[in-house]
């Protein structure tokens, strides 16, 4: 299932890597992030190249809804609770100039990506208090946010929270444009990073900065990310025939949809779960598509479906992405992961921190993103749960398999892999690596297919 976004571009193709070679930094990962990286680090005169196991954008950022925003669900309040209202100031702030940015290299380089302003929505059929403080705390860290009424949805709402003078974009067509302007080896899978040389089945490349921008890193130890992340699955279904709202929503209700216009088209996002976790309904469970599909007509009758895809996002403890050093033992390593649903404005924000870290600016933006910073009692929370699930996972591995052809446990960590009816995969509900019917590889933090049995 390909998105619209995937239907509508065609990236060059780049060579694999041509064997050993060195460089000042090289960037893990071809998808936004990395991209963007590289792109700043030339910018500041460091040599960069990008190594990716498949194509240029063959991973999240093709699945993406593509919305350019500072809000992501109800985070302010929280924030300045939790960290104070200097980092916050921070996270507002990095992911504003993010929006700016994207616009600025856009017009320069005159880039045909569909990029346009508009304001960006929560709402709530229910809960009107959460909204106002959230407008409240926007607002107090130059955010120009509001609370109101009317909107544009198909339903009446107890109110929105609106952030002005948001965006969206065509990733891909962005991508592809970016990608001329940076050195990518494609077809150049990372099979292991020691120190400053990163050892690929084509050749090694060494570099005094390494950056992780794979999505999740495959690398377990140090940095122990699969212990501080896990990942969701989100379902997004394309729409002709119905009304196309000029603003992007998004409801914070449990049974909240995303909404956003492409062209003709309506993208109607939902039905998010923990990735390995999918209890829809029916024998079979999952439904994800089939929910959508019903809300769909139920919301605009008599529309149709032209697309429908899926995605999946790297979920961190406290909700706030990683951005920095990888790890206190590894000063020459940097990552940028746990983006939740908010990949294309962190993509950008991760750049720049990024690009200052590693040519020695000043980034004070830079605490609130730290892979270093301190640990919240929220994320002790999520780390119980998670922690929870993996124990399951890894327990289910003691039991029979059945009958199934594939040996039904990760190759990552040894979790047992859970059948998702909606995307015929098995997924991981330990970390979110995902296979398809075969066994192939098709998600990681695991870099290997799962074995088959003899015979």
């Known amino acids: 299932m390909e998105s619209i976004w995937m239907e509508e571009t065609e990236i060059r193709k780049r060579e694999p890597l041509p064997g050993d070679m060195e460089a000042e930094a090289v960037v893990i990962g071809a998808g936004l992030a990395g991209i963007l990286t590289a792109y700043y680090l030339k910018q500041a005169g460091i040599r960069t190249v990008v190594l990716e196991a498949d194509r240029i954008g063959s991973g999240q950022t093709k699945n993406t809804t593509a919305k ?52 960006a929505y929560l ?58 302007e940076v050195e990518v080896y494609e077809q150049t899978k990372v099979l292991k990073v020691e120190g400053r040389r990163v050892e690929t089945g084509r050749g090694c490349v060494t570099a005094e900065h390494i950056v992780f921008a794979a999505h999740f890193p495959f690398i377990n130890i140090p940095g122990y990310y699969f212990a501080r992340m896990y990942q969701e699955r989100s379902y997004v ?74 995605a999946q996002d790297c979920m961190t403890l406290d909700g706030l992405p990683y951005i920095g050093r990888f790890s206190r033992r590894n000063p020459g390593w940097y990552v940028a992961t746990g ?20 040519s020695g ?63 015929e995969s098995y997924d991981c509900p330990c970390h979110g690596s995902r296979f398809d019917r075969e066994g192939h590889l098709l998600e990681g933090p695991a870099q290997t297919d799962c074995r088959r049995r003899d015979g």
Request: hydrophobic share 35%; with cysteine.
């Open 123 to 180: 709402y709530s059929r229910t809960e009107e208090t959460l909204l106002r403080q959230e407008a409240e705390a926007a607002k107090s860290l130059g955010i120009e946010a509001s609370f109101e009424t009317d909107c544009e949805l198909p339903f009446s709402v107890a109110g929105v929270t609106k952030f002005a003078h948001q965006a969206k974009f065509h990733p891909l067509r962005f991508l592809a444009k970016m990608a001329e």
């Open 361 to 423: 600016r000043e980034c004070p933006e830079a605490d609130i993103f730290s892979p270093q910073r301190h640990f919240t009692a929220q994320a002790a929370k999520e780390l119980a749960v998670h922690g929870a699930h993996t124990v399951k996972g890894l327990a289910k591995h003691l039991l029979p398999a059945g009958s199934e052809e594939i040996i039904p446990n990760c190759p990552h960590m040894g979790c047992r892999l859970e059948w998702n009816p909606d995307e």
């Open 339 to 358: 983006f939740g649903k908010w990949g294309m404005t962190t993509a950008m924000v991760s750049a720049g921190i990024l690009t200052a870290l590693i």
């Open 68 to 119: 350019i925003t500072s809000q992501h669900s109800l985070v302010y309040g929280q924030m300045i609770q939790t960290f104070g209202r200097r980092m916050a100031e921070h996270y507002a702030g990095a992911n504003e100039a993010a929006i700016k940015e994207y616009e600025r290299l856009i017009r320069e380089k005159g880039i045909d990506c569909d990029f346009a302003r508009c304001p």
């Open 237 to 310: 279904v394309a729409l002709e025939g119905t009304e196309r709202p000029e603003g992007m929503y998004l409801g914070i209700d449990r049974d909240g949809l995303s909404f956003r216009t492409q062209g003709n088209l309506l993208l109607l996002g939902g039905g998010s779960h923990r990735t390995g976790v999918n209890k829809g309904k029916g024998a079979g469970k999952g439904g994800r598509y089939e929910m959508l599909h019903d809300k769909a007509r139920e919301l605009y009758p008599g529309c149709r479906e032209a697309l429908r895809w899926s």
